[in-house]
């Protein structure tokens, strides 16, 4: 798209906050106190899963919006969303009495595609197509060229962005200090982009971190190529975050800006997930999670180490999380965390193997979450796919050791094989 980034500065920011603020909550900055406890830093939550549309994003497609004169007002609007975007869209759509068409991907959640219909009421059309945002802003911009009605870009427009670092203002205004690292969810770039823009001015001492889901790390390739590159292969599973291409504006300012960008694997957003809903009583999206996964203490291998003393702020970006998508969310986390392994085993087609398996090979912890035998005529084994859930972690070799001593044919099947898709 391109654009003079200059525009994106904390006398923006400070006036978007002003211009919006009827239309945003002012998230609360929540204490942490596990990690707080785990690190001996002063962890905080900034819950924007807390506004209208449960997510960030209705900052920037408000303060698009309210920029619009009236021939633009009449026009029309369009956008493509994974479903964050789209809802704050719908809202602005709504409230300012804007015509809007949204395109979404096909894989959008039921729950973001019902409340983007609650929230636009009469004056939102939405359109599914594709599988991916990507494809979904390809439709937008077509549909725009066409019709005329005017782009709300969710990541890679000025005024989106400046909108989106209103968080920024927000938490320096709460914490009546600098923090001294705000970790920061990353998918298109708009929010990262935002919040380093303020931050580089009014605390120049803060150090932003970017994070992007392992799958789907395309600001990462953006910066080590010099230039937005698409990805030629994505996980879409974190879904608010997984953009092919990151925008040419907010690279350009995530670049110029020296923010680094670190990646979470998607287990570990699953397990960060389950932790927040365990724990806190919070229900976060993937990409909502995504920042609050990469935070652990000094030495404990964590996308992002932080020390004692340290006040440090993790943006929870978004809310908006299907129920349905909660046993994958658990698959993921136990495969992450080593407590779920899966095997193709050859059992012997004689009465008793399965008990002789059950005695002399499952652990006291252990479990069976998947057993599929079909029994074969004329032969003496039989294959069945297994799926093993540990008491721990640990307890995994002395299971291949008794998988050995048992004498049954065996075989892993690794996270990576397409055998694994197939069951788990």
């Not at 002012?26 to 549309?53: F, N, Y």
């Not at 990151?246 to 932790?275: F, H, K, N, T």
């Not at 996964?293 to 180490?305: D, I």
């Not at 252990?366 to 799926?387: C, M, N, Q, W």
Request: glycine share 10%.
């Amino acid at each position: 798209m391109g654009f003079d980034t200059s525009q994106v500065s904390a006398t923006a920011v400070r006036e978007a906050a002003q211009r919006i603020q009827h239309a945003v909550t002012r998230t609360p900055l929540q204490s942490w106190a596990r990690v707080s406890a785990a690190t001996g830093a002063r962890v905080h939550i900034k819950r924007e899963d807390l506004e209208p549309v449960r997510s960030y994003k209705v900052r920037g497609a408000f303060n698009l919006m309210l920029r619009l004169d009236e021939a633009e007002q009449a026009r029309g609007v369009v956008c493509a969303s994974a479903g964050n975007h789209a809802q704050g869209v719908a809202l602005a759509c709504a409230e300012l009495g804007i015509a809007g068409r949204i395109f979404v991907p096909r894989t959008t959640p039921r729950q973001k595609l019902d409340r983007i219909a609650t929230l636009g009421r009469h004056q939102v059309t939405i359109v599914k197509v594709g599988s991916t945002y990507d494809e979904a802003s390809a439709a937008a911009r077509s549909f725009a060229e066409t019709d005329g009605a005017v782009m709300v870009h969710p990541f890679d427009d000025p005024r989106t962005i400046i909108g989106q670092g209103t968080v920024a203002k927000e938490v320096h205004d709460q914490l009546g200090a600098p923090p001294d690292v705000v970790v920061v969810p990353v998918g298109g770039g708009g929010l990262v982009a935002g919040m380093a823009a303020y931050f580089a001015e009014a605390c120049p001492s803060t150090r932003v971190v970017g994070v992007e889901p392992a799958g789907a790390a395309s600001m990462a390739a953006a910066l080590a190529a010099g230039e937005p590159v698409t990805l030629t292969e994505m996980d879409t599973f974190v879904d608010g975050a997984a953009v092919r291409r990151v925008g040419d504006g907010s690279y350009e300012l995530v670049q110029r800006l020296g923010v680094p960008m670190l990646a979470v694997a998607e287990g570990r957003i699953c397990a960060e997930m389950l932790d927040l809903y365990q724990v806190e009583g919070i229900i976060a999206e993937p990409a909502g999670a995504l920042a609050l996964a990469a935070v652990g203490p000094v030495g404990s291998g964590a996308t992002v180490e932080v020390g004692p003393g340290s006040t440090v702020v993790c943006i929870l970006s978004g809310g908006n999380n299907d129920i349905s998508r909660y046993a994958e969310v658990e698959e993921r986390a136990l495969v992450h965390t080593g407590l779920r392994h899966y095997f193709v085993i050859d059992f012997p087609q004689e009465p008793g193997a399965l008990r002789r398996f059950l005695d002399s090979v499952l652990g006291p912890d252990d479990d069976i979450s998947l057993f599929e035998y079909t029994k074969r005529s004329s032969r003496e084994t039989g294959p069945a796919f297994v799926g093993l859930t540990l008491g721990k972690a640990d307890d995994y070799q002395p299971l291949l050791e008794r998988m050995d001593a048992s004498g049954l044919s065996y075989q892993p099947i690794p996270p990576d094989s397409p055998l694994f898709r197939f069951f788990a």
